[in-house]
């Protein structure tokens, strides 16, 4: 395997010296408690008759249309660091020939070894890439970035208008801007709010743990369901909610009969684009918002409270994180596309799912935080819920039961 390298000059609109944006401080935040850089992004096959040429178009206008992707870092002292965007540099483009190897295996090894080298994002741009090539020709293309750059809606924008290679001005607010909009009287006055509702539902929640663990504290736990793929559009035509308050209800009710509550409460990932200004931005904008409900009763009333207090959550969820003591209560992110959801009465009541401990995470993760996703390859079709726990918060067997009530409810 032979590497090289492409210098590929770049040439953008705005720069300057800013605080961190709100989105940015909440991946911060996270990169530290969980002592991972975050990096995102993945790898797949090139069409063909693209060039190395081609390649470097693509990363050059990468860089000169988003602001984010030519940030780096400054830091400040003990204090957190300050973001930097440029206007102008060369980015690298790393051409690895894979020989008589297979491209694809060699792109799988690239993006592994991006992953595993922690970037110096004071002094580095952001974005790795690199083109995997058979004899030259261009076979896989690897990109790996923090999530410091954008988050997983923003990738998507980021990745439409790369492949149809938009010419007009970006969406929405740049980072800079978005900066200049929190700290004005506006920004002011969405902060305030946050903090109020944080700290009305926060007060009077019991934490979870700790307890002495015994073996691994941090581990994952994956239950792969085509049963609630078949079920879940169904309770939510029911109940009248959408999916993702279906799945949340269930989450807290799960983890209340577990630790014997009425009440419960999880933070839930909101995407905030639905704010003026965020929809089409190239930048981390989710933050979490917290979600207090009763859950006591049956699971319709449950699903009603949850719906009822999601609303808020989701208002609320736009703010400075270094300026509140969140809660380490458990956390939702439902990473599901839409458009790949309803899967409809085809796959009928579907089977249950079954239960998989995995690697656990790289570092300390949150007393609980469910990830959902879809499964779909060809004609099998689950739902994947991910949990990462704390045992020294949700024993594994608590776990376990979380997930498959999560199931039975559904």
Same mark, same amino acid.
């Given at each position: 395997?032979?590497?090289?390298?492409?210098?590929?000059?770049?040439?953008?609109?705005?720069?300057?010296?800013?605080?961190?944006?709100?989105?940015?401080?909440?991946?911060?935040?996270?990169?530290?408690?969980?002592?991972?850089?975050?990096?995102?992004?993945?790898?797949?096959?090139?069409?063909?008759?693209?060039?190395?040429?081609?390649?470097?178009?693509?990363?050059?206008?990468?860089?000169?249309?988003?602001?984010?992707?030519?940030?780096?870092?400054?830091?400040?002292?003990?204090?957190? =660091? @300050?973001? #930097?965007?440029?206007? &102008? +540099?060369?980015? $690298?483009?790393?051409?690895?020939? /894979?020989? *008589?190897? !297979?491209?694809?295996?060699?792109?799988?090894?690239?993006?592994?070894?991006?992953?595993?080298?922690?970037?110096?994002?004071?002094?580095?741009?952001?974005?790795?890439?690199?083109?995997?090539?058979?004899?030259?020709?261009?076979?896989?293309?690897?990109?790996?970035?923090?999530?410091?750059?954008?988050?997983?809606?923003?990738?998507?924008?980021?990745?439409?208008?790369?492949?149809?290679?938009?010419?007009?001005?970006?969406?929405?607010?740049?980072?800079?801007?978005?900066?200049?909009?929190?700290?004005? =009287? @506006?920004? #002011?006055?969405?902060? &305030? +709010?946050?903090? $109020?509702?944080?700290?009305?539902? /926060?007060? *009077?929640? !019991?934490?979870?743990?700790?307890?002495?663990?015994?073996?691994?504290?941090?581990?994952?736990?994956?239950?792969?369901?085509?049963?609630?793929?078949?079920?879940?559009?169904?309770?939510?035509?029911?109940?009248?909610?959408?999916?993702?308050?279906?799945?949340?209800?269930?989450?807290?009710?799960?983890?209340?009969?577990?630790?014997?509550?009425?009440?419960?409460?999880?933070?839930?990932?909101?995407?905030?684009?639905?704010?003026?200004?965020?929809?089409?931005?190239?930048?981390?904008?989710?933050?979490?918002?917290?979600?207090?409900?009763?859950?006591? +009763?049956?699971?319709?009333?449950?699903?009603?409270?949850?719906?009822?207090?999601?609303?808020?959550?989701?208002?609320?969820?736009?703010?400075?994180?270094?300026?509140?003591?969140?809660?380490?209560?458990?956390?939702?992110?439902?990473?599901?596309?839409?458009?790949?959801?309803?899967?409809?009465?085809?796959?009928?009541?579907?089977?249950?799912?079954?239960?998989?401990?995995?690697?656990?995470?790289?570092?300390?993760?949150?007393?609980?935080?469910?990830?959902?996703?879809?499964?779909?390859?060809?004609?099998?079709?689950?739902?994947?819920?991910?949990?990462?726990?704390?045992?020294?918060?949700?024993?594994?067997?608590?776990?376990?039961?979380?997930?498959?009530?999560?199931?039975?409810?559904?």
């Amino acid at each position: 395997m032979d590497v090289t390298h492409v210098d590929v000059p770049f040439a953008g609109t705005g720069s300057g010296q800013a605080e961190l944006t709100w989105g940015q401080r909440a991946m911060y935040q996270a990169m530290l408690r969980e002592h991972s850089w975050m990096p995102m992004g993945g790898h797949r096959a090139v069409a063909g008759g693209t060039t190395v040429a081609a390649v470097a178009a693509e990363l050059r206008y990468t860089m000169e249309r988003y602001q984010a992707f030519r940030t780096r870092l400054r830091p400040r002292g003990e204090g957190p =660091p @300050a973001q #930097v965007v440029a206007d &102008a +540099g060369v980015a $690298r483009l790393d051409v690895v020939e /894979a020989g *008589g190897a !297979d491209p694809a295996e060699v792109a799988v090894a690239v993006e592994r070894s991006y992953r595993e080298a922690e970037p110096d994002l004071a002094r580095d741009w952001p974005v790795r890439m690199a083109v995997i090539c058979r004899g030259g020709v261009p076979a896989w293309l690897v990109a790996i970035m923090p999530h410091l750059v954008t988050d997983g809606l923003g990738a998507a924008v980021m990745v439409d208008e790369v492949t149809r290679r938009v010419a007009g001005p970006v969406a929405g607010l740049t980072p800079l801007e978005i900066v200049d909009w929190q700290a004005s =009287p @506006a920004g #002011v006055r969405q902060h &305030a +709010g946050a903090l $109020r509702h944080w700290e009305r539902h /926060a007060a *009077g929640l !019991d934490a979870h743990g700790p307890r002495v663990v015994d073996g691994p504290r941090y581990r994952k736990c994956v239950l792969e369901s085509p049963r609630l793929a078949a079920r879940l559009p169904h309770a939510a035509a029911r109940t009248g909610v959408d999916e993702s308050t279906v799945l949340l209800a269930a989450y807290l009710t799960a983890i209340g009969r577990v630790a014997g509550r009425g009440t419960v409460a999880a933070r839930q990932v909101v995407s905030n684009r639905f704010r003026s200004g965020l929809s089409g931005v190239v930048s981390p904008i989710t933050q979490l918002g917290l979600c207090a409900a009763d859950v006591s +009763g049956g699971f319709d009333a449950a699903v009603a409270a949850v719906a009822r207090a999601a609303l808020p959550a989701r208002k609320h969820a736009y703010y400075d994180p270094f300026a509140l003591d969140a809660p380490p209560t458990p956390c939702f992110n439902d990473r599901r596309s839409t458009a790949a959801t309803a899967f409809g009465d085809a796959f009928g009541t579907g089977r249950p799912g079954t239960v998989a401990w995995s690697d656990p995470p790289p570092g300390p993760t949150e007393p609980l935080f469910l990830h959902v996703d879809h499964v779909q390859e060809q004609r099998f079709r689950a739902v994947r819920l991910m949990l990462d726990a704390d045992t020294a918060c949700f024993a594994p067997d608590e776990v376990e039961a979380i997930a498959r009530t999560i199931e039975d409810l559904v």
